[in-house]
């Protein structure tokens, strides 16, 4: 059975809110399914940003009735997850496969699964996977915020794309998810022993993002930053400008 991770779920208060929910909907009498993960937390160390690596969660049903795995859900689309039985019978176990894709990521990353069960107890549980992604390429920001704007105003932010001088590695080319936000890579320069490279994001407003709102609007991207490094060859960042029709009389004035 592969599950679908639900990833627009967890937004902030969200995931405290369902748990709480959930927690409330069954009985907490002894006569029912528990969840138990055994170890909940897996670190892969180091990992190289172009290698899929998998980790295997026991699950088991410490309970006196049959365990329903419900819905699996997730911040990260990085994440995927296969689980071996939707249904653990009293004293059973079953395998969830975690498979983490670093693919535009780097540094140190730490995500979670969230378990949805009819366990009446303890209905949600998280597992957790860490690594530290070993790239070529440093990037700052990790994500670029325009701040907020008025309808119809435009603004710039820049990414600084770093390597050794002393490697080979080259950026390309840059390219965006989004008509929004227009991302120009410039010329090489070096210094201090670094390669760096400065993307300017700069943001347009298209008809569609200049049409009339009564409240705020969140646009949101992603700039993707090509290479010709077998280990790094996409970086992606992410990007967002906040549109506030509320700024409309200062941006005029």
């Known amino acids: 059975l592969v599950l679908t991770l639900d990833q627009g779920w967890l937004e902030k208060g969200a995931w405290a809110a369902e748990e709480d929910r959930v927690s409330h909907s069954g009985s907490a009498s002894g006569d029912a399914p528990r969840l138990h993960v055994p170890d909940p937390t897996f670190d892969f160390g180091i990992v190289a940003p172009n290698a899929h690596v998998t980790h295997r969660f026991t699950i088991q049903n410490l ?6 795995l419900l819905a ?40 979670a699964i ?24 440093e990037v700052a920001p990790r994500r670029l915020r325009l701040g907020e704007l008025a309808p119809g105003q435009e603004a710039a932010g ?5 390597s050794s001088a002393h490697e080979s590695v080259r950026v390309t080319h840059v390219e965006s998810s989004s008509r929004h936000f227009i991302p ?17 994001v700069r943001f347009t407003p298209t008809p569609e993002a200049t049409r009339p ?20 060859p996409v970086i992606e960042v992410r990007v967002a400008a906040t549109v506030d029709p509320g700024l409309s009389k200062q941006h005029n004035g």
């Open 63 to 68: 309970g006196t009735k049959p365990l329903e």
């Open 184 to 200: 120009t890579l410039s010329e090489a320069s070096v210094a201090e022993g670094k390669r760096s490279y400065v993307v300017t």
């Open 213 to 232: 709102i009564t409240r705020k609007r969140i646009l949101t991207g992603t700039i993707r930053i090509l290479t010709d490094s077998p280990r790094q």
């Open 72 to 111: 699996v859900k997730s911040f990260c689309t990085c994440l995927t997850a296969t689980i071996s039985s939707n249904t653990i019978a009293p004293s059973g176990s079953a395998i969830l496969e975690v498979t983490f894709d670093p693919t535009g990521r780097w540094g140190a990353e730490k995500k």
């Open 158 to 162: 820049t990414i600084v794309v770093s």
């Open 114 to 137: 969230s378990l949805y069960t009819n366990d009446p107890v303890h209905p949600i549980v998280h597992a957790t996977i860490a690594a530290f992604v070993q790239a070529n390429f």
